[in-house]
């Protein structure tokens, strides 16, 4: 767990056993992350937003689709 001035939390991508990805308390963009990323990517994620699904919400009240890979500089 580090939190670093780049963004807002950096940590590993992981899936639970539902099926969501997530890094850390955040709960990642499905459709984004099953795009770009393979669980265990190490990634910095930019900003959060309130979950807006009452399915997940209870696990993960915090929500990102604006994250990117750790080891890359923007």
Same mark, same amino acid.
């Given at each position: 767990?580090?939190?670093?001035?780049?963004g807002?939390?950096?940590?590993?991508?992981?899936?639970?056993?539902?099926? *969501?990805?997530f890094?850390?308390? %955040?709960?990642?963009? %499905?459709?984004?992350?099953?795009?770009?990323?393979?669980?265990?990517?190490?990634? *910095?994620?930019?900003?959060?937003?309130?979950?807006?699904?009452?399915?997940? %919400?209870?696990q993960?009240?915090?929500?990102?689709?604006?994250?990117?890979?750790?080891?890359?500089?923007?």
């Amino acid at each position: 767990m580090s939190k670093q001035k780049k963004g807002v939390y950096t940590g590993i991508i992981e899936k639970d056993e539902n099926g *969501n990805y997530f890094c850390g308390p %955040y709960l990642l963009d %499905y459709q984004y992350t099953e795009a770009n990323f393979k669980i265990g990517d190490e990634v *910095n994620i930019k900003s959060v937003i309130e979950n807006p699904s009452d399915k997940t %919400y209870d696990q993960y009240p915090k929500k990102s689709k604006n994250f990117f890979l750790a080891n890359l500089k923007e």
